[in-house]
């Protein structure tokens, strides 16, 4: 899932369909890249998880799936805050203080 998420292009895409639902089309019309690589870029969010699709009418709507964001952002919230745990012990240890 964070590798989908690494791409600059594919973040912008996901924030926008974060923001309302919208057809590649019009996706294309407002990230600067070709149709074709935005149809790539969607499949790869879509794989991970963090899209889907809809048809309304004749074309095909994307947005974020929110539930699975906030998955994310908890997890990567919980890796954070090991990593604040560890830094603060290895602080600890170099300034010579016990640890608690």
């Known amino acids: 899932m964070c590798a989908a998420l690494a791409d600059d292009t594919r973040w912008e ?13 019009e996706l294309a019309e407002r990230v600067p890249v070709t149709r ?4 790539h870029h969607l499949a790869v969010l879509a794989e991970a ?5 809809a ?6 709507r ?5 539930w699975r964001l906030t ?3 908890a997890q ?3 890796v954070g805050r090991g990593w604040e745990h560890r830094l603060d012990r290895f ?10």
């Not at 048809?55 to 095909?60: A, I, K, M």
């Not at 994307?62 to 929110?66: D, N, S």
């Not at 602080?91 to 608690?100: D, L, V, Y």
């Open 13 to 25: 895409i996901l924030c926008r369909v974060g923001e309302q639902a919208l057809s590649a089309s």
């Open 36 to 39: 074709q690589a935005i149809a």
């Open 49 to 53: 998880g963090l899209v889907e699709s």
């Open 55 to 60: 048809r309304e009418g004749r074309q095909l």
């Open 62 to 66: 994307y947005r974020a799936l929110g």
């Open 71 to 73: 998955r994310l952002a």
């Open 76 to 78: 990567l919230d919980a």
């Open 91 to 100: 602080r600890q240890i170099a300034e010579g203080r016990p640890e608690r």
